[in-house]
T-cell receptor, first 112, second 109 residues
Framework: DTAVSQTPKYLVTQMGNDKSIKCEQNLGHDTMYWYKQDSKKFLKIMFSYNNKELIINETVPNRFSPKSPDKAHLNLHINSLELGDSAVYFC???????????FGPGTRLTVL | AQRVTQPEKLLSVFKGAPVELKCNYSYSGSPELFWYVQYSRQRLQLLLRHISRESIKGFTADLNKGETSFHLKKPFAQEEDSAMYYCALLTGGGNKLTFGTGTQLKVEL
């Protein structure tokens, strides 16, 4: 199936831990994104990469570090997890010249 | 700074009734607006974009620059329309989507 996929789907962890979420797209897109959806369903962009280069970096704590090993992958590493990091994280991708973004299924992160 | 406002958190209508989901934006440049939808247990997906001027699943949205609005409308709501709807504004050289806070549409029988 051609799509944007994320792993894991659910992630429950203790405060202070370090965790990673992985995203892969096999759509041949050039640009990938990370969004955070909080408990009130508010959706906000965090990062965007175009061909492995960071192009959007919103006001996000330094504990969040995106990594793009190639243009089909954009991983999100979070250090020293806090309670407020609990949210659903969505990965998305888009093709150069197209404004439509394709979203992954989301990763529900719960920090205890 | 750009901003997208969806004033209704929840909109509940009866099946067959007209639906209007409100969206207002604030942006100094030329706006490019979208509606995204998230059905229960599904991923967020594009519903329609203003430049296409199309009708998808019976929904339409017209960009009104004078009122800075991009309201989503459907003349007769269906049960399967129940979902979370997000209005979004594209900026940042065509890469950054600024989402509204979303409106949960509930269509009741």
């Amino acid at each position: 199936d051609t799509a944007v996929s994320q792993t894991p789907k659910y992630l429950v962890t203790q405060m202070g831990n370090d965790k990673s979420i992985k995203c892969e797209q096999n759509l041949g897109h050039d640009t990938m994104y990370w969004y955070k959806q909080d408990s009130k369903k508010f959706l906000k962009i965090m990062f965007s990469y175009n061909n492995k280069e960071l192009i959007i970096n919103e006001t996000v704590p330094n504990r969040f570090s995106p990594k793009s090993p190639d243009k089909a992958h954009l991983n999100l590493h979070i250090n020293s997890l806090e309670l407020g990091d609990s949210a659903v994280y969505f990965c998305a991708s888009s093709r150069q010249g197209s404004n439509e973004q394709f979203f992954g299924p989301g990763t529900r992160l719960t920090v205890l | 700074a750009q901003r997208v406002t969806q004033p209704e958190k929840l909109l509940s209508v009866f099946k067959g009734a007209p639906v209007e989901l409100k969206c207002n934006y604030s942006y100094s440049g030329s706006p490019e607006l979208f509606w995204y939808v998230q059905y229960s247990r599904q991923r967020l997906q594009l519903l329609l974009r203003h430049i296409s001027r199309e009708s998808i699943k019976g929904f339409t949205a017209d960009l009104n620059k004078g009122e800075t609005s991009f309201h989503l409308k459907k003349p007769f709501a269906q049960e399967e329309d129940s979902a979370m709807y997000y209005c979004a504004l594209l900026t940042g050289g065509g890469n950054k989507l600024t989402f509204g806070t979303g409106t949960q549409l509930k269509v009741e029988l």
